[in-house]
């Protein structure tokens, strides 16, 4: 149990190194303010946009979660990480109708649902506006997330928890153990997520990681 706390710790951690880097600023009033006002783009404010910020499509994780029978998606990667599908109650692999493997787990699960009749699953409601990098929303866009990269000069990302730390989110941890590495007790992940002390130095004296 000791060994799992320290592994989310340090997750949480390598987080908020990718929020200090790479989420800019809270624009949910600005977003808002302007959704609530007509635009007919002639001042590089597309209403589309707006309403794209309202709303996440359903990602992969949502298909998963709410398939009504056991789906499983595979990926297979000898073939360059594309995906295949099986069940419900049946060892059968589906692929695509030209017996091509899908290039997403997404598309995937999306033909599981269409060949079962299967009502597709909800989204989710966007409940904040982050300023985000280009290379985060790059990220999060291949994560399922809704980014719209130009609203009047400004990428956007529209985030669909609250209440709690950006860090604390799981796609965010995702992206942050893909980008610094996935963290283990017994190799520990250099630069310091609290204190950027490098592994020749050790941590600082103050830091979270002596606790």
Not at 113 to 136: F, K, M, R
Request: overall charge negative; charged content about 25%; some cysteine.
């Amino acid at each position: 149990m000791a060994y799992d706390m320290k592994r989310e710790h340090t997750r949480q951690a390598l987080g908020e190194r990718l929020v200090r880097n790479d989420v800019i600023y809270c624009v949910s009033a600005l977003v808002s303010t302007l959704a609530a006002r007509e635009w007919d783009g002639s001042d590089g404010i597309d209403a589309d946009d707006l309403a794209t910020l309202s709303y996440r499509q359903p990602t992969d994780d949502d298909y998963a979660d709410q398939a009504p029978e056991r789906v499983t998606v595979l990926q297979v990667e000898s073939e360059g990480d594309k995906w295949e599908w099986m069940g419900p109650n049946s060892d059968e692999v589906y692929t695509d109708d030209g017996g091509e493997y899908f290039d997403t787990a997404l598309e995937a699960y999306q033909s599981a649902y269409e060949t079962n009749g299967w009502d597709a699953p909800d989204g989710a409601e966007v409940y904040e506006h982050w300023i985000v990098s280009s290379w985060l929303a790059a990220r999060l866009r291949e994560a399922g997330e809704t980014v719209v990269d130009d609203v009047a000069g400004l990428t956007i990302w529209g985030r669909c928890t609250t209440g709690q730390a950006i860090s604390m989110d799981g796609v965010i941890q995702r992206i942050a153990v893909a980008a610094y590495g996935e963290p283990e007790t017994d190799s520990p992940v250099w630069p310091c997520p609290y204190c950027d002390a490098n592994e020749t130095d050790g941590h600082s004296e103050n830091c979270e990681m002596n606790g």
